[in-house]
């Protein structure tokens, strides 16, 4: 088994930036590509990205790209998001998990291991 959990939520005014961090315990997380995910209330979960089990490769949503960047530290058991240029409509809370499938996936069915989340709020 494998236990998340996020930190690094909080409010922001629209234009600023946060770092999230997953971190990891149970299981090496050089194992599992990893993906983050974010729910807004009322809405669906929504895929934001996910990274390779090495970090060399990330992919991201279109509503994120060029402004999001996923990366990992396998020796700190943590992946990270790192959101710039943020916008009222990136609040939500923002998940990570473990990808279950061999080329990632952006369903969530495809992942597991789920951390309870962290809050991001940003103002206008």
């Known amino acids: 088994q494998v236990q998340l959990v996020e930190s690094g939520g909080g409010l922001v005014q629209a234009g600023g930036s946060l770092r999230l961090s997953c971190a990891a315990s149970?299981?090496?997380?050089?194992?599992?590509?990893m993906g983050w995910f974010r729910q807004a209330p009322g809405k669906k979960r929504e895929f934001v990205g996910g990274i390779d089990l090495t970090g060399s490769a990330a992919y991201y949503a279109d509503s994120v790209k060029g402004r999001f960047t996923i990366s990992r530290d396998n020796a700190k058991n943590t992946v990270y998001l790192q959101m710039n240029s943020l916008k009222v409509e990136d609040t939500a809370v923002y998940s990570c998990?473990?990808?279950?499938?061999?080329?990632?996936?952006?369903?969530?069915?495809?992942?597991?291991?789920w951390g309870q989340g962290t809050q991001v709020t940003v103002s206008s």
């Open positions: 149970g299981r090496a997380l050089s194992m599992y590509r």
């Open positions: 998990a473990v990808d279950r499938t061999r080329d990632g996936s952006s369903w969530d069915y495809d992942y597991e291991y």
